[in-house]
């Protein structure tokens, strides 16, 4: 189980592992992961994005945008902001994608938010419910950011 923004506690239905390596074509800078500092995010402790991930962030400037003040934006747009950049990827580096019945957005190394997909085969009917932004209204929204202290979210009861 894990926590999630929206849903409470909701299972994992699948985990895929793959590995980053030269086999993977992992040469061009833009497709290297980006490395988060503690604290970047609402992060404790420092973790890595991969450049296609999508990040959810707070942010007054998209509040202004849509009325909400949480935005969707790919996380290539965090690039060179709160202290995240490009690291070539270390040997046979692991990348773990959890996969759950609905896309879901959760929490990650404290709070710091990442969606993850639904599994194939899982409910359909909510793929895609989530809008990201573009890569240009993303970098927009990056440059309004500050970085957010970590925290823990409160318990959710399960029902």
Request: hydrophobic residues 45%.
């Amino acid at each position: 189980m894990v926590l999630t923004f929206d849903a409470g506690l909701q299972p994992i239905t699948e985990l895929r592992r793959s590995v980053l390596d030269d086999a993977h074509n992992i040469g061009a800078r833009t497709d290297w992961p980006l490395w988060v500092p503690a604290g970047a995010l609402g992060n404790e402790a420092e973790f890595t994005l991969m450049p296609h991930q999508t990040v959810m962030v707070e942010s007054d400037l998209a509040e202004e945008y849509s009325g909400d003040p949480f935005a969707l934006i790919p996380a290539s747009a965090l690039e060179g902001r709160l202290g995240i950049a490009r690291r070539a990827p270390q040997m046979e580096q692991e990348v773990i994608t959890l996969h759950f019945e609905q896309e879901q957005v959760v929490f990650v190394n404290g709070s710091a938010l990442v969606l993850c997909p639904a599994a194939l085969g899982g409910d359909m009917t909510r793929s895609g419910s989530y809008e990201v932004l573009d890569i240009l209204q993303a970098q927009a929204i990056v440059q309004d950011l500050e970085p957010r202290p970590a925290e823990r979210p409160a318990p959710q009861a399960v029902h």
